[in-house]
């Protein structure tokens, strides 16, 4: 036990200093709406801490009348790539993705059609888990992205 106590002060200062997130790497919603909510709420589109960004999930969401789910995965794919774009990123930097599904026999065929036309080779990785809700209501899949930052 000694000797951990004589190393643990070494370990500290060979750790890098954490640092607060600044408000330059928090992607909030341009929508007067959406930030609006997301302020309330208390969460941001993105955050860029180091050489990752991380993307609050969005949610695919059809519209009344709307047939199947491609136009939904559409718009939620749509916005994830403007927020990579804000956050100086695109989907060839993207390393992780997670999707969320109420019914996911019913909501993958679809998905992955929608997903292929934004995720190329070679593909990041992805997860995708059957849930029973999401936080809105009327939502059917909900999508997490990880991105990575390259060198400047």
Do not use: C
């Not at 860029?48 to 991380?54: C, E």
């Not at 992780?96 to 995720?119: A, P």
């Amino acid at each position: 036990m000694r000797k951990f106590w004589m190393v643990l002060p070494l370990l500290v200062m060979a750790a890098p200093p954490l640092q607060a997130k600044d408000a330059k790497d928090v992607i909030m919603p341009e929508d007067a709406g959406n930030l609006a909510f997301q302020s309330a709420v208390g969460y941001a589109d993105a955050v860029i801490a180091g050489d990752k960004v991380y993307l609050s999930g969005v949610i695919v969401t059809p519209e009344p009348g709307e047939s199947d789910l491609k136009p939904a995965f559409t718009r939620a794919f749509d916005r994830i790539s403007r927020t990579l774009e804000r956050a100086g990123v695109s989907w060839d930097d993207v390393v992780d993705l997670t999707s969320y599904h109420t019914d996911l026999q019913s909501s993958i065929n679809e998905m992955v059609e929608v997903k292929n036309r934004y995720v190329k080779a070679p593909f990041a990785t992805w997860t995708a888990i059957g849930i029973s809700a999401l936080y809105e209501a009327d939502g059917v899949v909900e999508i997490k992205i990880v991105a990575q930052r390259r060198g400047e």
